[in-house]
């Protein structure tokens, strides 16, 4: 008889989208999002990160101080990072599950990939102009949007 207790593709893809975020340098925010087919297939993985050649070790992690001394000009956003690295594959119809919901610029491009769905767990700039421009934006380009809901498993495994 087979096991019935095994995770979910919600809990799968978000998992996997919370582990990705863990590679991310920014001290204050980490971020991943997880790329989905509508067949479950995983198409696309990414996390905040300065942008290639850009040493993390010499770009700025400040979040305040004059605007060129901070992350913010130079941060590439979880969400464009996994659409940028899906460069081969057809992102129409796909889900992306995200541990933080979309700012307004990665709003834009995952409506013009042509991603489908957003499955979000956090949403703590919930009422920053960003993130209501971003919701504007979903809800005319008819994207869904589905806040995750946590199970409370955590993942561990006996081997
Ligand atoms: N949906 C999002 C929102 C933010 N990010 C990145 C950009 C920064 O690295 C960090 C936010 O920093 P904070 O202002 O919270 O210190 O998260 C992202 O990748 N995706
Ligand atoms: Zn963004």
Redesign the pocket.
């Known amino acids: 008889m087979k096991r019935e207790d095994y995770i979910n593709w919600d809990e799968y893809f978000m998992g996997i989208a919370l582990l990705t975020a863990m590679r991310s340098k920014?001290p204050?925010?980490q971020?991943g999002a997880c790329i989905v087919s509508p067949e479950n297939k995983i198409l696309s993985l990414g996390y905040?990160g300065m942008p290639m050649g850009c040493s993390d070790d010499e770009m700025p992690w400040e979040?305040e101080g004059a605007p060129l001394q901070t992350?913010y000009m130079y941060?590439c956003?979880?969400?464009l990072n996994a659409i940028l690295n899906s460069a081969h594959n057809n992102l129409k119809g796909a889900r992306v599950y995200?541990t933080?919901?979309?700012?307004n610029e990665?709003t834009k491009a995952i409506i013009q990939s042509g991603i489908a769905e957003v499955v979000y767990y956090g949403d703590k700039y919930h009422d920053s102009d960003s993130s209501i421009a971003a919701r504007f934006m979903f809800e005319h380009a008819g994207v869904r949007l589905t806040p995750y809901k946590p199970t409370g498993r955590r993942a561990e495994l006996e081997l």
């Open positions: 920014d204050n925010s971020v905040n979040r992350k941060v956003h979880a969400e995200v933080l919901f979309p700012c990665c």
